[in-house]
Structures are given as structure tokens and as C-alpha cells.
């Protein structure tokens, strides 16, 4: 069956309910959002008269959810506009249209008995063949089953997102015996490709994958910190970023999702696993219970393991609770000598491998911490899945791990670290060491760039399903798919004739070697490929040009080497337009200043739906000179036509760059004229390069041909000028800009508007090029630009002098 989405019902409105729907409306899918009918009148409905029969009454629940939630940071849907593809309801008066939608999701409160109320009526109105799912988090989906149809059986399945569903890619899907295998899947094919997730198929056990796993991870944490008599502030900087996990790490994250909830999960777990070998791990400790008591469940009640306030001079800080006391104190400076160290490390699975080296507390609370997981998971299987990569894709999705626990059992060695946890009592499940026995050392290994894992049924190791829809360039590392690799960047071949240049500077940035590393491959690429993509793996695309260099040389007044930098950075992004061979961009993430720039510069974008781009130089004191203001000048003389507004349109990039404004999403920079309707978006991240090779390919094979150099920009003078520069005086006499603000804007209104031209004149991207230059170049002579810089390079925060 061809079976296409065009309508969801999602049945709840709540948290999830309202975030799923969003979801759907995010990808263009229309939505039918329902809730119930509330039982009384609120205070506004009785001052206006109203009954419980009127239909604002009837739909208030629904309503005020979703607004609620369309109002939530960060934003849960890529475009506001977006939202108009959501129909609200209740289930009184609209479950009939349920029967118009292709797939129906319930997500109501955790209660079998109200979810199975609302299956009652789903059965009277869905149409037979339609999908139905449950996002329960920890309900046993078969005991849904009991009493329903034969025809809704084969089609229901729990689809569990994760909270927020646009930011966590993790959609675990959970069949029952009766779950037809084509619809399960579609629910992993859809939820992959469509819904940009990674899906996760697992056993109807307690909690699935990751909540089973994130909980007792959670619960082994509080335990290694009592053992090793560690505090707060402490676990959390060893829980975070320092080993490839969110910056939230520990405290703070259960903060944000609520105590109550982990504290609801625990004990479910403990009662529900009688025979799972930690069972007493997931026993809350007393600190917990004690913090239920007091409804301190973090920030839905103002305070938990972290408190906000004000000291005496009115300034907001944030105290931490001490568990010995209980009672709210200033934040520790965490001081380990083993973590000043691995600061200093870039790779992570270093990183790690000298933290739990080390013989103080911090490495000591470490292994013992992963002692305990490696343990665990290994114990896992095949209870909660047959497979090991599973467990750790559930993890990344989930939870934002840079690792999975296997994957990280692998960067520590897996005989040796085995060999260490049975010294300190953590016995892995005897399939690790028959493993080991075979001289397998390893759970996954890549061979010419195909990555296989051990499947413990199988005794070996074999390759992982799907793998070849992805193209995962570290993988490629080392084999004979790297082309050449410098200090700044990496070419691989990534097949059908393209390439791909990876950046891997530090966040990116895009300095000399990364600009000899463009040149260079499109060099490679014009003599033996047929298209270049360039997109790399890091956190985020680019965070921009080099500043550091640049503040370097200004300090010096060094600035025939800043005008030499900025002819080069411009020839590279030119050089990137006008190659004889495609080149493809693909940004995702922060998306900054000279990595913005070069994606307005590419022959095609595919960008990665969470894509947070900007041309952000204004809040370092200088405008954007890599073409990123000509480019601006450019898409605005293209788009007019006749009868527009012309200063209309353009005053609102001229904006966009005066304000260093950032888009939320790569949908939100079409809104910008960053992105063009034409540019591809990748719902899913890690199909992005595979997306970005097919784009290359299909530019290629159509027959692309080298395009040439604008010299028909329209560009407005001295009338569009006047406009800027009146608006910035007005700016500046109401104290809403500073004088240098004023003075950066007005240069920036002389690069745009194309210079001191007395009329609209026509001219071609070097002039516009070259106006660029100089004024980068003489704002980099003023000593506030510099004390911005420097504000950004000391403490990363933007100056306002």
C-alpha cells in the first residue's frame, strides 16, 4: 500500500499532545488537535455570559493549550504562520472528523482506564486502515489492545516522541504481536524521513529504551555521588559538555523536566522490574523523597536543586541546594585537577579516557558512574532490544549524548575496561566476555567506511540496517575515501562523482586554512569530480570568521593584513558561486557570519531544518564583508518588481544586519532572504549530506553550466540612503543606539544602497564587493569595534558601548 499522510489527529492537547501537533504542522501535514470539554465556567466566561454550550467554552481547553505552547521558548514549530495548518476541537463535538485523517495519535494523561475511554470513541468514527498510535511513555501498549478490533490492532503501535518532539530526534516505536510488520514499517520510514527522527524499534518492556535507560543512568549518578560524597555544582560540571552531554547535564535538566516526573518513572521501574539484577538502584535516595516532600520539583515551582534570586544589590543570581543541610547556597567553583586537564582535549573520547584515568574524586565518581551503565545495558539484552546500536541511538536521540554507552565501552576499550568493572563489582552479562573470547575487541567496527555492530544472537559482527541511506563522514576517516586532509579541513569522496569538504577548526570558524581548504577542493572537484557539497559533523556549522585573527591584526594596526584576509574571504565565496562545477552548502545549527555567507553564495542550499543563521557582525562593530552585504543588495534588486516598494524590501535586510538578527529555523530564513524557496531543507540531520550529494548530483547531471559575475545589481543611492540615515538619527536622538551603533549602521546604509549614487543605478558585485571592504576596514580601526570584539573573544557576550 502506497500510504500517504496528509491529516493527523492528535488526540490531547496537553504537553506532548500540543507539541506533536506542531510537529506535524511543522512538515505540512494538517492537523486536528482535540481535547475535552471543559466541566465549569472560568471567571472570563461567566463575566461574558457565556454557557458551557458555547463553542469558545467547549474548545477553551484545547485552545488555550496550544496557544500556551505556541508562545513556549524555544519556539515548537519553525514558522508562526505554520500553526494555521491546526484545526482545534473537543471530543464531543468533533471526533467525527477523525474519519478524514490518515493517522490518529493519542496522547492524553497516563491513565489506562481515560485512554481507553477515548479508544471507545476512536472505534466508532476512524476509517478502517487508518493508523493509531499511543505516545504513552510507560503504559504497556498491549494492554491497549484488550477488547479493541482486529482492524485496529494491525494498524496501532506506541509511537513515543520525546519532549520538545521538534528538538529530540528520538521517536521509539513499539509494536504488539498483532501490529502488522508493513505498518511498523511506515512508522520508522515515516518517522525517519519525514518527521526527521531517529526511530528506535523496541520491546514492550517498562519504559522502553531510553527512559529505562536515561532513568537508571539518572539514579546511578545520584548514587556515585553519595559514594564518593560529591555536590551539586560538582556533579553537574562533570556531567555536562565535559563528556559529551548537554550543558543542563545532571540538576539542572531535572529542574526543567520536573522532579515529580523522574520521581513517577523511578517508581514505576522499581515496581515493574522484580527481576532486574539494579533493581535498588531505582529506589529514590532520601534527598529525593525529602524534595517531594517540599514540592521543590524545580522550575514549574520556582525552586529545586537550583534556586533564582536577588542579593542584596537587586542582581539575579542562582543559589545551589547543599543535600547535607538542605538549606539554598552560593554556587561552588568545582575545582578537580583531572578536569582542568581534559579542558585542554578536543577529541571526547580522549577527553573521558583521561578523566577516568585520573586517581581524585572526579575520575573516581566517574568510572564507578560508568561501571554501572556499561553494566547495565549489558544486561539489557535482548530483554528491551536485540540490538546493541539501538541502545545507544536511543540515547543520542533521547538525551543528547555525543556517545552511547556502547559506543563509549568502545572509546575506553572494551577488555580492559571489562577486565577494571569486574575488579570493582561490575559484572557485565556473560555475553561481553564470550564475545571478548572470540578476539572480537570491539562492539561496532567500520570497514571501508561501512559500520557493522556485534549481534549477540549471531555471535558476529554484521552491518547495521540502514546504514546506507546515511553518509557519515567519520566513518569515512582513514580509508581510502579521504581525499587530503589538513589542519582546518577534510575532503572526502562521498561517491557518483561528488565530494564533500568538512571543516574541523575550533566551532568552525573559518580562517585561513579553511579558506585554502575551499579553494583547494573546488580546485579538485573542477579537474576530477562532478560537484562539490560542503558540510561537516560538528555541533554547529560555523560560528564565523576568525575574529581573534582579525582583532589580532587591528590591535597592530596591521591592516593591509586585514584588507588581504578580506580579499581573500571575498574571492572564496565568489569563487564558490562562479566554479564550473556545482557546489552545494549545507548548513545546520549556528549558522554565523562567514558560514552565513557562504551559504548565500552556494549554486544550491541544503539546509538542516534546525539551522540558526545570521549575519551577526554588527554585534562586533563591523558589517558583514565576505559578500554577505553585497548578496543582501543582490536578492532584493532581483526580487523587485514593478509597482513594489523597492526601500520597502530593503529596508528590512538593512534591518535584518543592523540588528545582527538570527533565524529560528531555516524555514524562518526564507522569511530573511537568506534562504531561497528553491534551497532543499532536511528535516532529518543525519540524512542532510546524503540529501546535499543528491542535489550536487542532480545539478551536475542536468548539465550545470559555469554562471558568470553580476553587473546588473540595482542598487538605490542617495534616495534609499537618506531614509537609513534619517531612521538612524531618530535612533540615536531617542537613546535607542549608541553613537557607535549610528556610526556602524550608517556605513552599512552606504554599502547597501550602493555608495554616494545620486540615482538607482546599475552595478556590478565587485563595486559592491569593494564598498564592503573598505568599511569593514575602517571599522576596524575604531577603538569600540575593538572593545566588542574583544567583549565577544574574553566572555562571549556582545558589547553595547
Not at 63 to 70: D, F, G, I, M, R
Not at 501 to 511: D, V
Not at 571 to 586: D, F, H, W
Amino acid at each position: 500500500m502506497n500510504r500517504k499522510i496528509r491529516k493527523v489527529a492528535i488526540l490531547g492537547s496537553g504537553i506532548m499532545g500540543s507539541r506533536i501537533a506542531c510537529h506535524f504542522a511543522n512538515i505540512g501535514v494538517e492537523v486536528l488537535l482535540l481535547d475535552i470539554c471543559p466541566s465549569e465556567l472560568n471567571d472570563s466566561e461567566i463575566s461574558k455570559s457565556l454557557s458551557l454550550d458555547h463553542p469558545l467554552v467547549r474548545n477553551r481547553i484545547v485552545n488555550e493549550a496550544l496557544s500556551k505552547t505556541l508562545k513556549s521558548k524555544p519556539s515548537p514549530i519553525y514558522d508562526q504562520s505554520f500553526s494555521k495548518r491546526i484545526t482545534t476541537g473537543n471530543f464531543d463535538d468533533d471526533m467525527e472528523n477523525i474519519a478524514s485523517c490518515d493517522w490518529i495519535i493519542e496522547a492524553v494523561i497516563e491513565d489506562l482506564k481515560i485512554k481507553k475511554l477515548v479508544f471507545d470513541k476512536v472505534e466508532l468514527h476512524r476509517k478502517a486502515g487508518t493508523l493509531i498510535s499511543t505516545n504513552t511513555s510507560g503504559i504497556p501498549i498491549h494492554m491497549m489492545t484488550e477488547g479493541r478490533s482486529d482492524d485496529f490492532n494491525k494498524h496501532f503501535a506506541g509511537t513515543h516522541f520525546f519532549n520538545p518532539p521538534r528538538y529530540l530526534p528520538l521517536l521509539e516505536i513499539i509494536p504488539t504481536k498483532h501490529t502488522d510488520s508493513k505498518v511498523i514499517d511506515f512508522y520508522q520510514h515515516f518517522g525517519k524521513r519525514f518527521l526527521g527522527k531517529t526511530t528506535v524499534l523496541c520491546k514492550d518492556t517498562p519504559a522502553f529504551i531510553g527512559n529505562r535507560i536515561g532513568i537508571f543512568t539518572l539514579l546511578k549518578t545520584f548514587e556515585s555521588m553519595q559514594k564518593f560524597d560529591l555536590n551539586i555544582d560538582e556533579i553537574d560540571k562533570l556531567t555536562g559538555t565535559i563528556i559529551g552531554r548537554p550543558k543542563s547535564a545532571t540538576f539542572r535538566t531535572c529542574d526543567v523536566v520536573g522532579f515529580d516526573t523522574f520521581a513517577k518513572v523511578s517508581d514505576f521501574l522499581y515496581h515493574s522490574l522484580p527481576n532486574d539484577e539494579s533493581r535498588n538502584t531505582f529506589k529514590m535516595p532520601d534527598f529525593c523523597n525529602k524534595m517531594i516532600e517540599k514540592k521543590w520539583l524545580g522550575d514549574k515551582t520556582k525552586q529545586g536543586f537550583y534556586k533564582k534570586t536577588k542579593n542584596e544589590k537587586g542582581e539575579k543570581i542562582i543559589l545551589t541546594l547543599n543535600l547535607s543541610n538542605f538549606e539554598y547556597e552560593s554556587r561552588q567553583k568545582v575545582s578537580f585537577a583531572s578536569l582542568e586537564l581534559a579542558k585542554n582535549e578536543d577529541s571526547l573520547e580522549k577527553r573521558i579516557k583521561q578523566l577516568i584515568s585520573s586517581k581524585d574524586k572526579a575520575g573516581l565518581f566517574l568510572k564507578d558512574m560508568f561501571f554501572g551503565l556499561f553494566k547495565y545495558v549489558s544486561h539489557r539484552l535482548p530483554e528491551i532490544t536485540e540490538s546493541l546500536y539501538k541502545i545507544d541511538d536511543a540515547t543520542k536521540a533521547g538525551f543528547g549524548w555525543e556517545l552511547g554507552p556502547f559506543q563509549l565501552w568502545d572509546a575506553l576499550g572494551v577488555e580492559k575496561t571489562t577486565k577494571y568493572m569486574e575488579e570493582a563489582g561490575y559484572n557485565p552479562a556473560p555475553w561481553v566476555n564470550e564475545m571478548i573470547k572470540k578476539g572480537i575487541d570491539s562492539f561496532y567496527q567500520i570497514n571501508d567506511g561501512i559500520k557493522s555492530y556485534y549481534n549477540i544472537e549471531a555471535g558476529e559482527q554484521q552491518k547495521i540496517p540502514g546504514i546506507d541511506n546515511f553518509i557519515i563522514l567519520k566513518d569515512l576517516k582513514g580509508t581510502n575515501r579521504e581525499v587530503w586532509s589538513d589542519s582546518g579541513t577534510t575532503l572526502y569522496d562521498i561517491g557518483d562523482g561528488i565530494v564533500n569538504l568538512e571543516f574541523h577548526t575550533k566551532m568552525n570558524t573559518m580562517g585561513s586554512e579553511v579558506i585554502q581548504g575551499i579553494n583547494k577542493a573546488i580546485d579538485d572537484a573542477e579537474r576530477n569530480y562532478k560537484g562539490l557539497v560542503i558540510a561537516n559533523e560538528g555541533q554547529n556549522f560555523s560560528a564565523g570568521a576568525n575574529l581573534g585573527l582579525i582583532f589580532m591584526h587591528a590591535i597592530e594596526q596591521e591592516f593591509d593584513e586585514i584588507d588581504f584576509m578580506i580579499r581573500s574571504f571575498q574571492k572564496t565565496m565568489m569563487r564558490a558561486r562562479y566554479s564550473s562545477i556545482p557546489v552545494v552548502v549545507a548548513p545546520h545549527a549556528m549558522t554565523l557570519g562567514g558560514g552565513c555567507e557562504l551559504t548565500l553564495h552556494a549554486n544550491a542550499v541544503q539546509a538542516a531544518a534546525e539551522t540558526y543563521i545570521g549575519l551577526v557582525e554588527f554585534g562586533v562593530g563591523l558589517i558583514p564583508a565576505g559578500g554577505g552585504t553585497k548578496e543582501m543588495a543582490l536578492r532584493i534588486s532581483d526580487a523587485f518588481h514593478k509597482g513594489d516598494v523597492e526601500y520597502n524590501q530593503l529596508q528590512e535586510v538593512f534591518m535584518n544586519i543592523a540588528t545582527a538578527k538570527v533565524a529560528t529555523s531555516a524555514h524562518e530564513a526564507i522569511n530573511q532572504w537568506i534562504l531561497r524557496e528553491c534551497d532543499g531543507i532536511s528535516v532529518n540531520r543525519q540524512l542532510q549530506i546524503a540529501d546535499a550529494k543528491a542535489k550536487a548530483l542532480l545539478l551536475a547531471n542536468q548539465g550545470f553550466v559555469q554562471p558568470h559575475e553580476r553587473k546588473d545589481v540595482k542598487v538605490q543611492g542617495k534616495g534609499a540612503m537618506a531614509l537609513f540615515l534619517t531612521g538612524i538619527h531618530g535612533m540615536k536622538i531617542g537613546n535607542y543606539i549608541s553613537e557607535h551603533d549610528a556610526k556602524i549602521a550608517q556605513k552599512l546604509a552606504y554599502v547597501i544602497c550602493g555608495g554616494d549614487l545620486s540615482s538607482p543605478t546599475l552595478v556590478s558585485e565587485q563595486y559592491l564587493l569593494d564598498l564592503e571592504r573598505e568599511a569593514f576596514l575602517s571599522l576596524t580601526g575604531e577603538k569600540k569595534t575593538l572593545e566588542r570584539i574583544q567583549a565577544i573573544l574574553k566572555g562571549g557576550k556582545p558589547l553595547r558601548n
